[in-house]
């Protein structure tokens, strides 16, 4: 059962474009929400995150919009670039239990293709 | 700034051998997850260890064994390879102290191949 739902699950956008990436999720208890950018062969490197208490958070040309309500947050990646091109992964934190604890459940990845 | 380090970056074993993979954390960081990700696949959690203790517990086979040694870096051991092992193994730590440092960041992996 994937508790991270990602859509959708291939995208491709033209140079200078706009990238959109959703996930929704089920579990109200989730405290920290990331977005993780993946080339192949590659770890998972951090790329911007939120607090379920924050609406929107911008980074550069990254932008994670976050409705609580909905269940449901956003990356928008704004003027795409070729260099962009790569699995992006949304995620959730299991709220701490314990020290440690803080898991991280993935959804099922977004490959994003960037045409010149 | 020093990253999560992870050893070997790649591996190849036979089925039914053992394997062990080694992860140095960030410098300072008390914490650290374990990630198995499959060809086109999401990384799925299978152990965090905190200050040398674990702490948590995903889906992790029990052939498969892992510890966090007192300066910091953890070893995950997989004994009885199986074809299904085949995969990117992540290595993530983070500051497990509360209200600090709550981002996970991670290695390179190691890609574990079975023949």
């Known amino acids: 059962q994937q508790q991270v739902k990602q859509s959708p699950q291939s995208l491709i956008v033209q140079k200078g474009g706009i990238s959109i990436i959703n996930c929704a999720y089920e579990?109200?208890?989730?405290?920290?929400f990331p977005w993780y950018q993946q080339f192949p062969g590659k770890g998972p490197a951090l790329l911007i995150a939120?607090?379920?208490?924050?609406s929107e958070k911008k980074e550069g040309r990254f932008t994670i919009s976050f409705n609580k309500s909905a269940k449901q947050f956003s990356l928008h990646i704004m003027d795409s670039q070729p260099g962009d091109s790569a699995t992006y992964f949304c995620?959730?934190?299991?709220?701490?239990?314990?020290?440690?604890?803080?898991?991280?459940?993935f959804g099922q990845g977004t490959r994003l293709t960037i045409n010149p | 700034a020093a990253g999560v380090i992870q050893s070997p970056r790649h591996l190849i074993k036979e089925k039914r051998e053992t394997a062990t993979l080694k992860c140095y954390p960030i410098?300072?960081?008390?914490?650290v997850y374990w990630y198995q990700q499959g060809p086109g696949q999401d990384p799925q959690f299978l152990i965090s260890?905190?200050?040398?203790?674990?702490?948590d517990k995903g889906s992790i086979p029990d052939r498969f064994s892992a510890q966090q040694f007192s300066d910091y870096h953890s070893e995950l051991n997989m004994s009885s390879l199986e074809l299904g092992d085949s995969a990117l193994y992540f290595c993530?730590?983070?500051?497990?102290?509360?209200?600090?440092?709550?981002?996970?960041?991670f290695g390179p992996g190691t890609r574990l191949t079975v023949l």
């Open positions: 995620a959730a934190r299991v709220p701490r239990i314990r020290e440690g604890a803080q898991k991280l459940v």
């Open positions: 993530a730590s983070s500051l497990g102290l509360a209200g600090v440092g709550i981002e996970q960041f």
């Open positions: 410098p300072r960081h008390d914490t």
């Open positions: 260890f905190y200050e040398k203790m674990q702490s």
């Open positions: 939120i607090r379920p208490d924050v």
């Open positions: 579990n109200t208890a989730f405290d920290y």
